[in-house]
Nanobody, 114 residues
Framework: QVKLVESGGGLVQPGGSLRLSCKAS????????RGWYRQSPGKEREFVAR???????IYADSMRGRFTISRDNAPNMVFLQMNNLEPEDAAVYYCGAGYPPQYRGQGTQVTVSS
């Protein structure tokens, strides 16, 4: 059973930054790519970024340059550094394992508002 737990969401002003974290536990996620997705009300879930098991990083075009995905394999963590946040970035952010994701966390809310 794979468990993914996100943290780090919250309220930030436009132009601010947040760092999201995702911790994986259990069996079955090793060797899978790890990624971030987001969904805002009334919209489809959207791909943000992912990092493959081999370390290759892929970003959605609209996130490239503002968002940075990284990982720390020792505690099975994946991070998403988000800079220069815009109101349009407000969403529930999910981390996933596998591509398409075979496992997904419960999500963490990001609100961008002044």
């Amino acid at each position: 059973q794979v468990k993914l737990v996100e943290s780090g969401g919250g309220l930030v002003q436009p132009g601010g930054s947040l760092r999201l974290s995702c911790k994986a536990s259990g069996n079955g996620f090793r060797g899978l790519s790890r990624g971030w997705y987001r969904q805002s009300p009334g919209k489809e879930r959207e791909f943000v970024a992912r990092i493959t098991d081999g370390g290759r990083i892929i970003y959605a075009d609209s996130m490239r340059g503002r968002f940075t995905i990284s990982r720390d394999n020792a505690p099975n963590m994946v991070f998403l550094q988000m800079n220069n946040l815009e109101p349009e970035d407000a969403a529930v952010y999910y981390c996933g394992a596998g591509y398409p994701p075979q496992y997904r966390g419960q999500g963490t809310q990001v609100t961008v508002s002044s």
